[in-house]
């Protein structure tokens, strides 16, 4: 299996400060079509999980411009560029290039 | 407007049967791979199963393998998780998720979710 592994789990941050979520694979992602099959997900409190990028780097529709996604292969980080209160909750990134599909463990954004 | 709405949770005691459902409106779902995620409770998402477009095929977890088949009927817009053989570690909140994206045959990310139902296992 593909596992990915995210740090840290626990994310304390200051509203307008950075924060940067580490995702690390097992193996590759990096598929022969050219994209880097990891996707990231924000799960608010008492939401479902919402879509935040897709492919490694592309933000999906309606996600703001203060996130974006950088790695490809086995690196992959999640960049806030300046944290808002509504960023609180618990993301995840998943490996979409082998079944079983792995979620990584959850890093909780908190704010200071 | 996509909407995703699974029904079907409860309470069943070790052993028993449940078949969870998902309403799928707002887009043409016959056109998409379709995902059942579970999360326990304080705990993060775990990938379930998927079935393809036209419910030939499917890709399931080890863990539900044997035990849990995903269908659909896509004359009814609609999803299944049949459950068999519950156990306490099958208790969760599942979700129904989309999946999108041309690059990888339909299936690259899951682009809408629903609200999930609760699974309860014990006697």
């Known amino acids: 299996d593909i596992v990915v592994t995210q740090s840290p789990l626990s994310l304390p941050v200051t509203p307008g400060e950075p924060a940067s979520i580490s995702c690390r694979s097992s193996?590759?992602?990096?598929?022969?079509?050219?994209?880097?099959?990891l996707d990231w997900y924000l799960q608010k409190p008492g939401q479902s999980p919402q879509l935040l990028i897709y492919?490694?780097?592309n933000r999906a529709s309606g996600v703001p411009d203060r996130f974006s996604g950088i790695g490809s292969g086995t690196d992959f980080t999640l960049k806030i560029s300046r944290v808002e209160a509504e960023d609180v909750g618990v993301y995840y990134c998943?490996?979409?290039?082998?079944?079983?599909?792995?979620f990584g463990q959850g890093t909780r954004l908190e704010i200071k | 407007e996509v909407q995703l709405v699974e029904s079907g949770g409860g309470l069943i005691q070790p052993g028993g049967s449940l078949r969870l459902s998902c309403a799928a409106s707002?887009?043409?779902?016959?056109?998409?791979?379709m995902h059942w995620v579970r999360q326990a409770p304080g705990e993060g998402l775990v990938w379930v199963a998927r079935?393809?477009?036209?419910?030939?095929?499917?890709d399931y977890a080890d863990s539900v393998k044997g035990r849990f088949s995903i269908s659909r009927d896509n004359a009814k817009n609609s999803l299944y998780l049949q459950m068999n053989s519950l156990r306490a570690e099958d208790a969760a909140v599942y979700y129904c998720?989309?999946?999108?994206?041309?690059?990888?045959?339909?299936?690259?990310?899951?682009?809408?979710w629903g609200q999930g139902t609760l699974v309860t296992v014990s006697s």
């Open positions: 492919l490694g780097s």
């Open positions: 998720a989309r999946g999108v994206g041309g690059n990888c045959g339909g299936d690259c990310f899951f682009d809408y």
């Open positions: 707002g887009f043409t779902f016959s056109d998409h791979w």
């Open positions: 193996q590759s992602l990096l598929h022969s079509n050219g994209y880097n099959h």
């Open positions: 998943r490996q979409g290039l082998q079944i079983p599909f792995i």
């Open positions: 079935l393809n477009p036209d419910g030939r095929a499917t």
